[in-house]
């Protein structure tokens, strides 16, 4: 095989992954976005998310910054060297990294060092199988952290939140499906896709839930048990009311793939893998002699377009008439009391991030520059230097934020933090802190990474840089950065509404369907 060339149709496929979203997705996007009514938080988050796919196709920059753990599924004919296989897909990661189309992902677990390049032990991820076809095909997918969190995993019979008893059956099955939507609320950035094992055990019973991601969003299932329970669970999640974002709305789920093994007869498990709507997977075929790729797998169709130019007129309308407080740090207390849940914010000046590492340090060190009246944003951004040794934001969408939980409050009060943007809503302890010291949560897009780098103008300065590129504390300069106010000084939650009334819809699904 010619390995150089292999090793660049890798490259394509991991650049292509990361910047350009296969159209089954887009398809399922575009049908959601004209599902939701004009002017609501769901319309104006889709319409961000729409916005930002077509950002970062035309800049071929990260869809979202968490590029995730990168995994391959690989089948090859007899005879193909799969070692050289592997050194050609290192080597296209390393590269990748360096050009800034995959965020350096790879920790070594025990001292949280960065590796610099997405490898190290465990990563990428890479599967091999044997088949008797005459070419080689390799499938990618990266998915990112905040998603991957809340893939969940059932063992039957269990008591279920809502749903009360799920058997070893094929209701039993539907239940805890059901629940897995529910439970990821729009913490995985939803409007998310599901891919559901069933049976095997814990570990294949995972593997088999993320096979089904690699189907695609269009197929049929050809097992009529499983097709049928597909069908029902399209219909009927999206009846829970979570929303994109987790912000309420008519569409929760994008796509929902069963898959069946054999178990032991002590275990049954279901296991299901959560994806956001940023479902970066693509594939390609790929001539075993050249090194050529053949064929891109999952683009069959037109192009997808999201808007016209009457539609982005009309956003263009609706926006100017949605009301937006604009705020510029460093902000006061009296500013902050005025907000309420659901108010847009539109934020100009300067915000610094912070995520995991940076709120631990903050907890018992001095912070390196005074964040009195300040605003924090939960991201780890994909960076570039340049020539001059000058840093450009590649990919800056919010990250999860109830990691912070522990800390956040504290942070706040100690420092005199104003507002916090994030993704998913934080818990009661950072709530009580909002009230008690006179602070906001502002949700951004999760996901909407190219939307939020164009609104940083530039990159005033860096500290904490021991934490590596994701986790420093960067210091950036924003203009018209927007996010929604879901948590408010006043004790309402946006995040507790949501999950309240959806437990409500859930329990109308108590009963038996499948006997
Ligand atoms: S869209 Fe959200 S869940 Fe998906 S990778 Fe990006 S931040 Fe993570």
Redesign the pocket.
């Known amino acids: 095989m010619n390995v150089e060339k292999f090793q660049e149709s890798m490259y394509q496929l991991i650049v292509e992954t990361s910047t350009n979203l296969p159209k089954d997705v887009r398809r399922a996007v575009k049908k959601a976005k004209e599902s939701e009514n004009a002017g609501t938080r769901a319309a104006l988050s889709l319409g961000t998310i729409t916005n930002n796919i077509q950002m970062a196709d035309e800049n071929i920059s990260p869809i979202?910054q968490?590029t995730?753990l990168p995994t391959f599924k690989i089948k090859t004919p007899v005879g193909v060297n799969q070692i050289k296989i592997k050194e050609a897909i290192y080597n296209a990661i390393e590269q990748a990294t360096k050009d800034a189309k995959l965020r350096p992902n790879s920790v070594d677990s025990l001292t949280g060092k960065n590796s610099g390049n997405n490898l190290g032990g465990g990563t990428p991820v890479i599967k091999f199988d044997q088949w008797e076809k005459d070419y080689i095909d390799v499938r990618l997918i990266l998915k990112?952290?905040?998603?991957e969190n809340k893939n969940i995993q059932y063992s039957l019979p269990c008591e279920l939140e809502g749903l009360g008893r799920a058997g070893r059956d094929l209701d039993g099955i539907r239940k805890c499906i059901l629940h897995s939507v529910y439970q990821a609320q729009g913490q995985?950035?939803s409007a998310g896709f599901i891919g559901v094992g069933i049976g095997g055990d814990r570990s294949s019973g995972y593997d088999l839930a993320k096979e089904q991601l690699f189907r695609s969003v269009e197929d049929v299932n050809p097992n009529e048990d499983l097709r049928k329970l597909e069908d029902y669970i399209m219909e009927n999640a999206n009846k829970l009311g979570i929303g994109t974002m987790g912000f309420g709305g008519e569409t929760t789920l994008l796509g929902c793939k069963i898959g069946v093994m054999n178990r032991i007869p002590a275990s049954f498990f279901v296991s299901v893998a959560y994806n956001?709507?940023?479902f970066r997977r693509l594939g390609v075929t790929i001539d075993p002699e050249t090194g050529d790729i053949q064929e891109w797998l999952y683009q069959d169709g037109e192009k997808v377009e999201f808007v016209n130019d009457a539609e982005k007129e009309t956003a263009a309308a609706s926006e100017e008439q949605t009301n937006v407080v604009h705020l510029k740090a460093p902000i006061t207390e009296e500013q902050i009391r005025e907000l309420k849940v659901g108010d847009v914010v539109r934020i100009d000046g300067r915000m610094y991030t912070g995520r995991d590492a940076i709120h631990k340090y903050l907890m018992d060190n001095d912070a390196p520059v005074d964040l009195n009246g300040q605003v924090i944003y939960h991201c780890g951004p994909v960076m570039a230097k340049d020539e001059d040794g000058n840093w450009t934001v590649k990919a800056a969408?919010p990250?999860t934020s109830i990691r912070e939980e522990p800390y956040q409050g504290d942070i706040m009060k100690k420092f005199g933090i104003r507002a916090v943007i994030g993704k998913g809503g934080m818990g009661p302890k950072t709530l009580a802190a909002l009230k008690e010291h006179g602070g906001v949560y502002l949700n951004a897009i999760?996901?909407a990474a190219q939307y939020y780098a164009d609104c940083i103008k530039k990159v005033d300065g860096v500290d904490l840089t021991q934490f590596g590129i994701p986790e420093a504390m960067w210091h950036l300069n924003v203009e018209g950065f927007t996010a929604v106010v879901t948590m408010d000084s006043h004790g309402n939650s946006l995040h507790a509404d949501v999950d309240k009334s959806s437990l409500e819809k859930l329990a109308q699904f108590k009963e038996p369907v499948f006997k």
């Open positions: 979202c968490d995730g990112g952290g905040g998603c995985g950035c956001c709507w940023a969408g990250t999760g996901g």
